[in-house]
C-alpha cells in the first residue's frame, strides 16, 4: 500500500496535527507492507517527505496549500502511484472541490470552520465552510480524534454518521515520563498551548486570580506562543495578577516534560479543542488535570477519577478545582495514578494499529 499523506503541518510541527502525523510515521515504520508519503510544505530531511507548496509557509497558509493540491493532485497520484490519500484536516488542514477515484480518507482534527465562525465571527471561516463540507462528504472515510468533533460535523454539514470512525491521538510515553527531581512547586499552574483567543487563557487568568488571597504564592506558568500575547499582557497590565504570571514562550517536548513533572495542576481552559493532547502530556508526567467539558477533553477524562471537568468560562468552578488540588493530596494523588493508567489506551502504537486497519479495509 502506498499511502500519500497531505499535511500543512509535519515537522518542525506547529501544533497537534503535526504532531500527530509524525508520531505515527514513526509507529508506521513496523508495517513492512506499507509505504506513507507525507506532503507538506514544512523543511525537513525525512527520507518519506517531498516538500509541497513550501510558498504556503509565508502567504496563504493552508488556504493556498488547498489549492496546489487540488491544481497537482492528479499528478502526484500518478507519479508516486498513490493508493490511497489521507488528508488532514482542521485549523492547519486542507480540503478538496472535486470527487477522485483514489480512496479518500480524512482525519478530522478539530472543530469545524462553520462552528468557528459561530463563536469567533471571522468571515474568512464562513467563505470556507461550504469547501470543507464538500471534502467530508466525498470522503470514503473520516477520522474523527474526538467524539465532540464527529458530533459537530455530523450537526453542521450533515455528514452521514456511518462515514466515522474514532481514532483520537496520542501519547510518546517516552518522551513524556515521570521523573525523579527535589523541586516540586507546591502552587504552579501550568498552561501549555499557542495563544489565540479560542484558549479561554483570560478565564484561567481570571481564576488563578480569585486563589491570591488564600494562596499569595500561585503562579501561573504559560508555555507557549502567539501574537495574542499581547492582548493577554494588555489583559493583566493594570492588575495585581500580573506579578504571578510568568510567560515562558514556546518550549521543546523535554523542556515540557520538565514542567509537567514540576507543575501542581495543568489547565486545559479552551473552548475549541478538538482533543487536547496536551492532557496526555500531563497525565503521563504524572501532573494531574483539569479541562472544559465544551471539547474533546470529555473522551479523555472522568470527571473526579483521572481528571477534573468545568464548565467553560466559569472562572469560580475553575479556581475551587485548582484550589482543591492545592490542599488536598489524596484527591491528587489518586487523579494522577488514575491519569497514568489512562495513558496506556492512549500510547501511539495503539493508535498506529488501529489506523493500520483502516488502511487496510480502504485498500481491499
Not at 478565564?203 to 480569585?210: H, P, S, W
Not at 492582548?231 to 493594570?238: E, G, H, L, T, W
Request: hydrophobic fraction near 40%; include cysteine.
Amino acid at each position: 500500500m502506498r499511502i500519500g499523506i497531505f499535511t500543512y503541518d509535519f515537522f518542525p510541527w506547529e501544533g497537534g496535527i503535526g504532531r500527530h502525523v509524525y508520531e505515527l510515521q514513526e509507529q508506521f515504520k513496523q508495517f513492512k507492507d506499507l509505504e506513507l508519503i507525507i506532503f507538506s510544505p514544512c523543511k525537513n530531511n525525512f527520507p518519506n517527505h517531498r516538500p509541497f507548496c513550501t510558498i504556503s509557509k509565508k502567504i496563504g497558509k493552508n488556504v493556498l496549500f488547498s489549492i496546489c493540491l487540488n491544481v497537482f493532485i492528479h499528478r502526484l497520484i500518478g507519479k508516486y502511484d498513490l493508493d490511497i490519500l489521507h488528508l488532514q484536516s482542521g485549523s492547519g488542514g486542507v480540503f478538496l472541490v472535486r470527487k477522485l477515484k483514489t480512496k479518500i480518507i480524512v482525519t478530522a482534527h478539530t472543530n469545524n470552520y462553520l462552528f468557528q465562525y459561530r463563536r469567533f465571527g471571522k468571515i474568512s471561516k464562513r467563505l470556507l465552510a461550504p469547501l470543507e463540507k464538500w471534502t467530508y462528504q466525498i470522503a470514503d472515510r473520516i477520522l474523527s480524534v474526538s467524539s465532540y468533533v464527529k458530533k459537530n460535523l455530523i450537526s453542521d454539514y450533515q455528514i452521514p454518521s456511518f462515514k466515522f470512525l474514532l481514532i483520537p491521538n496520542g501519547v510518546n510515553s517516552d518522551t513524556f515520563h515521570p521523573v525523579s527531581h527535589d523541586f516540586q512547586d507546591k502552587k504552579t499552574i501550568l498552561y501549555v498551548g499557542r495563544l489565540y483567543k479560542g484558549k479561554g487563557l483570560e478565564y484561567l487568568i481570571d481564576a488563578v486570580e480569585r486563589l491570591v488571597p488564600d494562596h499569595p504564592s500561585v503562579c501561573l506558568w504559560v508555555a507557549g506562543q502567539g501574537v495574542y500575547i499581547k492582548k493577554i499582557k494588555a489583559f493583566i497590565q493594570d492588575r495585581l495578577i500580573r506579578q504571578h504570571i510568568i510567560f515562558l514562550g514556546w518550549k521543546d517536548s523535554d523542556a515540557l516534560n520538565q514542567l509537567y513533572n514540576k507543575a501542581t495542576v495543568y489547565v486545559m481552559p479552551s473552548i475549541v479543542e478538538g482533543f487536547g493532547m496536551t492532557l496526555l502530556e500531563a497525565m503521563a508526567c504524572g501532573c494531574p488535570v483539569i479541562a472544559t467539558d465544551s471539547g474533546g477533553a470529555v473522551d479523555i477524562i472522568r470527571h473526579n477519577d483521572n481528571g477534573l471537568l468545568v464548565s467553560y468560562g466559569n472562572t469560580a468552578q475553575m479556581a475551587a478545582s485548582i484550589g482543591s488540588l492545592i490542599t488536598n493530596e489524596t484527591r491528587k494523588q489518586r487523579l494522577i495514578q488514575n491519569g497514568l493508567a489512562t495513558i496506556q489506551n492512549f500510547k501511539w502504537d495503539v493508535i498506529a494499529n488501529k489506523l493500520y486497519g483502516v488502511y487496510k479495509d480502504s485498500y481491499i
